[in-house]
């Protein structure tokens, strides 16, 4: 496997359900990153992870949880989730020094039902 | 606050050359990155810039206006498969973090 990958690629899951997302990058990179994209909008940025350490977490409900074990996995963890809650979601990764050049996975297309 | 705006779409012929504009406010300012987005797809990293000019790689060009908090992406001798959305991006200088503009959608014509 190279660069980044994600799995699984399409999720529907209820508003009680309990489900992750991962994200695995094999490019040696120190930095990680949770983006929500949806239609007619801008990339969000959730969560930032440098060297395992979270360093952002921008004003994201609780109802989404970020897990990183180490510099090549990133989890989010969701749990009763709202409608307005589906879309993209995408993993990238990057050289600390670099965030300019980030390299994205495919995605996961969350559906909520 | 920080903002980016792009044209929601730009439309061109194969073997043409297009522009997608960007004009940005921000608090502070490290440079601006440019991304390609096919449907479906991912996001890939197209360019940076950090200082004012011109960057060329290959049929892709990128400029940057710090003065202006404007840039552009050029594309030349498009071709069918440059049909995407072009995204920039800034770094800025209170964050290490990218904030993205809502994309230019390029639809590209026999």
């Known amino acids: 496997e190279t660069g980044v990958t994600q799995t699984p690629r399409h999720l529907v899951m209820g508003m009680t359900n309990k489900k992750s997302l991962k994200c695995e990058q094999h490019?040696?990179?120190?930095?990680m990153y949770w983006y929500k994209q949806s239609a007619k909008k801008p990339l969000e940025l959730m969560f930032v992870y440098n060297f395992k350490e979270q360093t952002e977490n921008n004003s994201v409900p609780s109802r989404f949880s970020p897990e990183c074990p180490n510099s090549s996995h990133l989890f989010l963890h969701l749990h009763t989730l709202q409608p307005e809650d589906s879309a993209l979601y995408l993993c990238?990764?990057?050289?600390?020094?670099?965030?300019?050049?980030?390299?994205f996975g495919p995605g996961t297309r969350l559906t909520v039902t | 606050g920080q903002s980016l705006e792009q044209p929601s779409e730009v439309t061109a012929v194969e073997g043409a050359i297009v522009q997608m504009n960007c004009t940005y406010q921000t608090s502070g300012f490290y440079g601006l990155s440019w991304y390609q987005q096919h449907d479906g797809g991912a996001p890939t990293f197209l360019s940076y810039?950090?200082?004012?000019g011109l960057e060329e790689t290959g049929r892709f060009s990128s400029f940057l206006s710090r003065s202006d908090s404007y840039g552009y992406l050029l594309l030349q001798e498009l071709q069918m498969k440059d049909s995407a959305s072009y995204f920039c991006?800034?770094?800025?200088?209170?964050?290490?973090?990218?904030?993205f503009g809502t994309g230019t959608r390029l639809q590209v014509f026999p």
């Open positions: 991006a800034v770094i800025t200088t209170d964050t290490d973090k990218l904030i």
């Open positions: 990238a990764s990057s050289q600390e020094a670099g965030p300019y050049e980030q390299y």
């Open positions: 810039n950090a200082l004012d």
């Open positions: 490019l040696g990179h120190n930095a």
